[in-house]
């Protein structure tokens, strides 16, 4: 027993080496002499190591999602074939984070501070335990919740069994109740302030409402309370005439430079994490050969309206014209964030002059993904950007889905929300009441409200590859698409060639895995050979199929990850999650 209680205590009281107030030597251990709690300059460069703990690779979330598809074998989630966690610590059940935070609160009460200050202190510490709570919860479910720093004498707890989410949750918003209390009423752009609490209160009280709405096999209770709740922290931003989307009045270029200035648009951005230091690079995510070729799907394509609001079904009635629709023909007329976010027909890259077509050695599905992208050099590296974690667009989105998930959503609700993002590039408004839509009543198997599934629509349009997808699939209980057929660009053939751009030249020839390209080969065409999963849709031609094997039934319990095998040896009481057995 003392051996595990000595493995534990190293686990809860391991500080993580990137922590920036490492770098302080006071008298003995960091924390452990008195005048350090006395020193507001030791507490700020305590709680500035709080900052790392924002995660720049949240953006890649899309990725396990149905809006991108990998080269070769796709993620875990995608193919229902996992690689269980075994070691303490591992698949994300690390505790070191919070027992930080835990130690600042409970020593602060040291500090000589002014009762506004000490409270500002704390509620900067409590936004990074909700934060860090919601991450646990939204992997794992059911977590145990601790608001102190444990000890080897606190046995009991060390090896108490998991809190139940509802308990978890609750101070999860509690924490968010304070932190939105007595943060200052200030824009930061690298900082915490009441607008970024509220920001991330809305996140996280959407997840959880709408998760306890859908996932009714759970039977957790006040999915309401958490809409409400959500709503409610988005109408205060909204009325706070704090943020506006950034714009210069040119729909089809202000969407796409707003992921584009080092220093990102803070009218807009309400948290960013500047990448001075760290290494993190946008462009490579989408132009490396290495990063897996995510393409985009034509599901997500297929989703984006037409520029003068009808759906893309409603523009294109005929299943069999959509179906066998060309690259190019795909684009005309569309919601101008969809060639903002992908390479289109007559796509000039920025830091260019000349125009270029779907690079097949980046993206699989011939839907290449821009958004985000720089210039050419940063292929390999470089050109460090601000990474956008919070914008003020989720907000506004935030607070039309949770209305409409209550069911209490009017078209002034509508107007200075889900239409504000929309007037951005120009789409026509959306009004009531809304027809209802047989390809999104089709996606969605839990749902079928039109209003709801229309401000869907909307989220996937303004969010994709930010992040967000993999967890709205899981919160609204849609597992089924992340098994579903992902198609890429229609093929009118093997060893035919396709002008992509019709600008009148041949830009791609497609293969076979096994074949080779013909001996007079064209200039400037790519030559595709199908990996040996992929295929086409129709055999010899049709839309790419870039995994085109067959693929399990999801099932429920995937909706939560396991926890490692040593933590259930060490801590019986734990239990594993059920389906991981």
Request: net charge neutral.
């Amino acid at each position: 027993m003392k051996k595990i209680l000595a493995i534990l205590a190293v686990a809860f009281t391991a500080i993580s080496c990137n922590n920036d107030f490492l770098e302080l030597r006071p008298e003995t251990q960091l924390g452990e002499s008195e005048s350090f709690w006395t020193s507001e300059s030791s507490l700020r460069t305590f709680s500035d190591g709080f900052y790392n703990y924002v995660d720049r690779s949240l953006v890649t979330g899309d990725f396990t999602s149905d809006n991108c598809e990998h080269i070769g074998n796709p993620p875990e989630i995608r193919r229902g074939v996992y690689a269980l966690p075994t070691a303490l610590g591992s698949g994300g059940w690390n505790w070191t984070q919070l027992r930080n935070i835990n130690y600042f609160i409970n020593n602060i009460e040291k500090a000589e501070l002014a009762d506004a200050s000490r409270n500002e202190y704390v509620a900067l510490a409590k936004f990074f335990r909700a934060w860090f709570y919601y991450n646990k919860v939204s992997q794992f479910g059911d977590v145990p919740w601790y608001s102190n720093v444990l000890s080897t004498n606190d046995e009991e707890l060390i090896f108490k069994a998991r809190d139940p989410r509802a308990t978890v949750m609750d101070s999860v918003l509690n924490d968010l109740n304070f932190a939105v209390q007595y943060l200052p009423a200030v824009k930061y752009k690298n900082r915490i302030s009441k607008w970024t609490a509220l920001a991330l209160k809305s996140r996280i009280c959407l997840y959880e409402g709408t998760y306890r709405k859908y996932h009714t096999e759970l039977n957790l209770p006040q999915a309401d309370k958490f809409l409400t709740e959500a709503a409610n922290a988005g109408e205060q931003l909204i009325s706070s005439n704090t943020y506006k989307l950034y714009t210069t009045g040119s729909p089809y270029t202000d969407y796409f430079q707003l992921f584009q200035p080092k220093n990102t648009y803070t009218d807009e951005v309400i948290l960013a994490r500047s990448s001075d230091t760290q290494t993190f690079y946008y462009t490579p995510l989408f132009t490396s050969t290495s990063n897996g070729n995510y393409g985009a799907t034509r599901s997500l394509i297929s989703s984006y309206l037409m520029k003068d609001g009808k759906t893309f079904q409603q523009a294109y009635p005929s299943q069999a014209q959509r179906d066998t629709m060309s690259y190019f023909a795909e684009f005309k007329d569309r919601d101008p964030r969809l060639v903002q976010s992908l390479v289109y027909p007559g796509y000039v890259r920025v830091g260019t002059t000349s125009k270029s077509v779907s690079d097949f050695a980046q993206n699989t599905t011939g839907y290449m993904i821009h958004k985000a992208v720089g210039p050419p050099s940063e292929d390999q590296g470089g050109g460090y950007r601000d990474v956008i974690i919070i914008r003020y667009a989720e907000v506004l989105l935030n607070f039309a889905e949770a209305k409409a998930e209550l069911g209490t959503l009017t078209q002034a609700d509508i107007d200075k929300s889900l239409n504000v993002v929309r007037n951005r590039v120009g789409i026509a408004p959306l009004k009531l009441p809304v027809a209802a839509d047989p390809f999104q009543a089709a996606l969605y198997e839990h749902q079928s409200d039109p209003l709801t599934l229309e401000v869907r629509r909307e989220r996937r349009s303004e969010l994709a590859f930010e992040g967000f997808r993999t967890l709205d699939l899981k919160r609204w209980n849609e597992g089924q698409l992340f098994r579903a057929k992902y198609e890429g660009i229609y093929i009118t053939g093997l060893h035919k060639y396709i002008d992509l751009d019709q600008d009148g030249k041949p830009d791609l020839y497609v293969l076979k895995n096994n074949e080779t390209p013909p001996a007079n080969q064209i200039s400037g065409v790519q030559y595709y050979r199908l990996n040996t999963v992929a295929g086409l849709s129709e055999g010899e031609k049709g839309r790419l199929l870039p995994y085109n094997r067959a693929l399990p039934a999801f099932n429920t319990w995937e909706y939560v990850s396991p926890i490692p095998s040593e933590e259930l040896t060490i801590n019986p009481e734990l239990q594993q999650n059920p389906g991981w057995k």
